[in-house]
């Protein structure tokens, strides 16, 4: 029997839950909503169980929603520390799933963990580093790969609260963040463009004023990006940047943004090469963690 | 003799060469102005030709100001690219270097040498990663160190071309970019201080609100590359960062930007240890230079 791995993608709304090696081979996917830790990570260690039991299981990866502590050396690292998800603060998630299992865990945030599964698992992906995945859904998360490895730090990153410019006059929206109100996340995640137009995003139809406004935002933060990180290629990623007309609005205005300051064919005509969608769908953090099992799993680096 | 190895830190209004092992053992150190580069190529090479010939030179790291290319892949490795300075456009800078010395040479930028330098000389930055230079002068740069390398993507990062949020009823002034206007170049280099208050930003004296200005605008940037990176150090470097007054001022801003949203101690009573001035002074580049010579020389990685 080939080594399996398991990847658990640990949303705030649901796990997703798989056993497999890679894209082409999974054996087993599941997905169960979050409820309290104790329901759920013990929902997530019975799916793994019987291939644990079987010896088959080499390691599992955590791709995790936030904030959580990522510093092997500190005393709460696994945890996921200051979430105002009730019950879910300072919850041991890495630490009571190597318990359960007795298997090498890997833990990272969701967006390191899709940022390393589209880089991992991407073929043409693969020489291109730095490498980033923001995600546009119902918060705002940028995934850094940057020479081989994802990027940790004093904490994680958190570009979804980055200051971009805010043109009152155009948009007199407040913003909805409630440590910066018009920050990046204040703007345009799913629940500002909600509370903007009064009604849901994914009820307001191609060609609203809605999506030209969600673009310029969007725009301007992997403007910012690409000033900041000079990445290679980013896949945007989530439920709002996965919205069909939204790409081709923001490939059309980075260029504008940018205004020629970086000469590069990949900032011009070759645009939809540099901002995709994400190859692996919605399965790009489920499947990053099992690429982070593979590749960080200790027992694989001797 | 122990191994020499050369540093040159290529400005645009001047050049440093340096001959030693580090900043406790520098064997020989010459400045001279950056003119014809025909000219100022050809004087670093003198300065440098009887180490080389004598063969006590193992290799020599290029601290260079841009754009560069440093795509090894690409036919103008090594070369400045598109500078605005005459006759220093598409100049192959590091090939003239290798030509004239026969040894090894290693190219990056000025930023990015900084940022290795500081890194790699002071003990107590060594283990802190990403780690993060940020210049603020005639121009404003940032250099990365992300998972032990200086990082290159696509080109090499801009960060100074970032898009900030500019108030413009507290600061009616447009920006001086001309290609971006009122991006963070445009607003709070030393240029842009001294067109905005009529008067050179050295003869500005503390307590001038220029300088509440210019510490909001960087430490909007700083902690955007806070939430983007997630860096363990910045340090702030440059002759407008440098400006005694103003590392406090910055100090004080960002925390309470940031309004509580990333907890770390770093971020709230240790801030004057995460946000700090050059240890190096002004040789962090040159340094780096030779730090970067001999980290990346392929004669020590074999």
């Known amino acids: 029997m080939d080594q399996l791995y398991g990847g658990i993608e640990a949303g705030g709304t649901k796990f997703i839950c ?11 996917e599941t997905r169960f909503p979050t409820t309290h830790p104790d329901e759920t990570i013990h929902q997530a260690i019975e799916f793994f169980q019987p291939y644990a039991q079987r010896e088959e299981l080499a390691a599992v990866g955590i791709a995790s929603f936030g904030p959580v502590d990522l510093d092997p050396d500190s005393p709460t690292y696994g945890y996921i520390t200051t979430t105002p998800k009730p019950f879910w603060s300072q919850v041991d998630l890495r630490g009571c799933v190597q318990e359960g299992l007795k298997v090498p865990v890997i833990f990272d945030t969701d967006v390191n963990c899709a940022v390393f599964g589209e880089h991992y698992w991407i073929p043409e992906n693969r ?12 918060g705002i998360g940028v995934g850094v790969l940057a020479n081989g490895r994802p990027l940790h730090g004093l904490v994680h990153t958190e570009a979804g609260h980055m200051a971009i410019p805010h043109d009152r006059q155009r948009d007199p929206f407040p913003g909805v963040c409630p440590y910066h109100g018009d920050c990046l996340e204040g703007l345009c995640t799913g629940p500002a463009i909600a509370r903007r137009w009064g009604q849901a995003a994914e009820t307001l139809p191609d060609g609203h004023p809605a999506w030209e406004l969600e673009a310029e935002y969007v725009a301007l933060a992997l403007t910012n990006l690409t000033y900041t990180l000079s990445p290679r290629r980013i896949v945007l990623g989530g439920g709002v940047g996965q919205r069909p007309n939204l790409i081709d609005l923001v490939r059309r205005r980075v260029p ?18 540099y901002i995709v969608p994400p190859a692996l769908g919605t399965r790009s953090g489920v499947l990053g963690a099992i690429a982070l099992a593979i590749v960080l799993n200790p027992q694989n680096n001797k």
Chains 1, 2 share one sequence.
């Open 127 to 138: 020489p291109l580093d730095p490498f980033l995945y923001m995600t546009v859904g119902t």
């Open 18 to 28: 798989m056993v497999g090696s890679g894209p082409a081979s999974v054996v087993a």
């Open 256 to 273: 504008e943004l940018l205004n020629g300051y970086i000469q590069s064919p990949w900032l011009s005509e070759k645009i939809a090469e």
